[in-house]
């Protein structure tokens, strides 16, 4: 079993639409919960960094964890065509130097 | 803050020759900054651990010898691919967290696409 399940996609959706992007891990020590952006040919950009259970939100993105459930997840509201991009999840325990990547879901917003 | 800068962006090179890409942390100093390699579509393959002042350490399958890290100062880290071939063409982005903390997030360069001819 991977540490971290993420689902490819593609996604598309049109544009307002609100989009979910999710996570499973497998691993209770995982503490710290990161979503990246990434455009085609370039590297990832940090978008949300939480800690434990609970929401988050930064503009249009929410960012949750369900410790509980090991599960996580990215909405993203009022989705633009800007946002077409691949997102990644990422955890880390935060005792050891060592962070745990999804596969990354494509996903396409269409204008 | 927390910026990664990756030159260079892109680089073409014939079989058998070397390549190097630098990776800095551009206002905060990174006691580890990490490899990885992302073929198309894929996601990303963490190649070695770079660490300040010391040997990297590498991931199984990776050959030391031929992704050569030098991790020379807190805000530094280079990898060097020796004799490259076809095969090692890729999108190669480096990573650091701030300081040594564990619990800082990674922040990413632009990654570098090699092309080796």
């Known amino acids: 079993q991977k540490e971290v399940e993420q689902d490819p996609g593609p996604l598309s959706v049109p544009e307002g639409a609100i989009v979910s992007l999710n996570c499973t891990y497998s691993?209770?020590?995982?503490?710290?919960f990161m979503w990246y952006r990434q455009y085609s040919r370039k590297g990832p950009e940090l978008l949300m960094y939480t800690y434990s259970s609970g929401n988050k939100e930064d503009g249009r993105f929410t960012a949750q964890v369900d410790k509980s459930s090991k599960y996580i997840s990215l909405f993203i509201r009022d989705s633009q065509p800007s946002d077409s991009a691949t997102y990644l999840c990422?955890?880390?325990?935060?005792?050891?130097?060592?962070?745990?990547f999804g596969t990354g879901t494509s996903l396409t917003v269409i204008p | 803050g927390a910026v990664v800068s990756q030159h260079p962006s892109r680089v073409i090179c014939k079989s058998g020759t070397s390549v190097k890409i630098e990776c800095r942390s551009l206002d905060f100093q990174a006691t580890t900054m990490f490899w990885y390699r992302q073929f198309p579509k894929k996601s990303l393959m963490l190649m070695a651990t770079s660490n300040e002042g010391s040997k990297a350490t590498y991931e199984q399958g990776v050959e030391k010898d031929k992704f050569l890290i030098n991790h020379a100062s807190l805000t530094l880290s280079t990898l060097t691919v020796t004799s490259a071939h076809p095969e090692d063409s890729s999108f190669y982005i480096c990573?650091?967290?701030?300081?040594?903390?564990?619990?800082?997030?990674?922040?990413f360069g632009n990654g570098t696409r090699l092309t080796v001819t």
């Open positions: 691993n209770s020590a995982f503490q710290y």
């Open positions: 990573s650091a967290g701030v300081g040594s903390q564990y619990n800082s997030p990674l922040h």
């Open positions: 990422a955890m880390s325990a935060g005792s050891v130097n060592q962070f745990y």
